[in-house]
């Protein structure tokens, strides 16, 4: 039986031991990840909320979701939210799930052994048809990333980059230097 989006919601804020997703009604515990996985996600984060003015965006790691159907919500492991969508509900006693369903500017998985072709048969094909601006897949292991960046005239473009400095194109002056993204 499919679990509403309301129970999906009243579960995921009063669960502290799991992270939970929703994918066509069904819940989905997000498993532990690896030691490459965690640190890649937080070094990311702190690279982005270095070059971020806190004024216009929020980094989120591990806590959004991004829902891309009725019945279906993904927690990313690294989003970028422009702060009109987050800043009002800031300290409102009308705070909620932090869920979006509004196309994000950014958007990053990055590969796991517990998670990886799950993100990579059902997550990533799901930010394109919401239409995220840029989603990346960083590969932890391989020490690359594969970027897809969403076309004026629709569709995606694929890039795959393994060295130098990538320009983030969805977001204002951001820059990820791969070498010290994979500073491990």
């Not at 004026?152 to 204002?172: C, K, M, Q």
Request: overall charge negative.
């Amino acid at each position: 039986m499919p679990v509403s989006e309301a129970t999906y919601k009243q579960l995921s804020l009063e669960d502290d031991e799991n992270k939970w997703e929703l994918v066509c009604g069904q819940l989905r515990t997000k498993p532990g990840m690896t030691h490459s996985h965690a640190d890649v996600a937080m070094q990311l984060a702190f690279i982005l909320l270095r070059q971020l003015d806190r004024r216009a965006f929020r980094v989120r790691e591990n806590n959004s979701r991004t829902r891309v159907e009725q019945g279906t919500y993904f927690i990313p492991d690294i989003t970028v939210v422009p702060y009109e969508l987050t800043g009002p509900k800031l300290g409102s006693p009308d705070d909620e799930l932090e869920a979006y369903a509004v196309a994000l500017p950014f958007v990053a998985e990055i590969w796991s052994k517990s998670t990886g072709g799950y993100d990579v048969r059902d997550k990533l094909p799901e930010y394109q048809r919401r239409g995220d601006h840029e989603i990346w897949l960083i590969h932890p292991y391989e020490r690359k990333v594969t970027i897809w960046r969403r076309q004026p005239v629709g569709g995606y473009a694929r890039e795959d980059v393994a060295a130098g400095v990538v320009t983030v194109a969805s977001l204002p002056n951001v820059s990820i230097d791969l070498a010290e993204l994979f500073d491990y």
